[in-house]
């Protein structure tokens, strides 16, 4: 696609409900990135996915959250049992991964609220 | 401790002041450097960004950034910002090609 696609754009949730969201990484981008951008705390890392690599999952706060990357392209961020602290917004990125000179570019992120 | 580190968090100017805004990192390996900003209910877009020859760099909109490599810096510039200049900027690092490190923000207000 043109750019990298997150849906959906809004999510309300109640309080210990599971949610999916979805990324759609720029095609041929082999890195895809999830970030939570939260209130005054800026962009949280969560996960990094890198070609056929083992993801890096050091940045998933709880084991609430996980996420997969099927066949290399879309990706897939869950979280379980929803809490209120996890009311954020969550930002997925991709890019050329592993090349040299190469940036990162933001979908317009899926806002999720927890009541 | 890999970081990355915006010492500014709010900033608030006039229109037609000069804007910098601090960025240091602390990582050995190869990095390139970049500055995103986020216009009020936008997505995050590039601003501008290093990846090796003149340590100064130009991007859209009037912004600079100059890295010091011994400073471990990549501060951004403006010498006169506008109103539509407020917004979130982002300073980030790239190691060895790996994954994006990113500042905690800065939130510039611009008054008119």
């Known amino acids: 696609g043109a750019g990298v696609s997150q849906s959906p754009s809004n999510k309300v949730t109640e309080k210990g409900k599971d949610v999916e969201l979805r990324c759609d990484p720029i095609?041929?981008?082999?890195?895809l990135y999830w970030y939570r951008q939260s209130l005054g705390q800026g962009l949280e890392f969560l996960i990094y996915f890198q070609g056929n690599s083992a993801p890096d999952k050091s940045g998933l706060p709880s084991d609430r959250f996980s996420a997969e990357r099927t066949g290399g392209s879309v990706s897939t961020l869950t979280i379980q049992r929803t809490q209120q602290e996890d009311s954020a917004v969550y930002l997925c990125a991709s890019s050329l991964g592993g090349l040299p000179n190469t940036e990162a570019f933001f979908g317009q992120g899926t806002r999720l609220t927890v009541v | 401790a890999q970081s990355v580190s915006q010492h500014n968090h709010h900033v608030i100017l006039s229109e037609a002041a000069s804007l910098e805004l601090g960025c240091n990192y602390s990582?050995?390996?190869?990095?390139?450097l970049f500055w995103y900003v986020q216009y009020p209910g936008q997505h995050l877009q590039l601003l501008l960004k290093y990846f090796s020859g003149d340590p100064l760099v130009k991007g859209i909109k009037g912004f600079e950034a100059e890295f010091i490599k011994s400073k471990f810096s990549f501060n951004l510039r403006k010498p006169s910002v506008q109103w539509s200049d407020t917004a979130e900027y982002f300073c980030?690092?790239?190691?060895?090609?790996?994954?994006?490190?990113f500042g905690s923000g800065t939130k510039l207000n611009v008054k008119p």
């Open positions: 980030a690092v790239n190691v060895d090609f790996n994954k994006f490190y």
């Open positions: 990582y050995g390996g190869t990095v390139n």
């Open positions: 095609s041929g981008h082999t890195a």
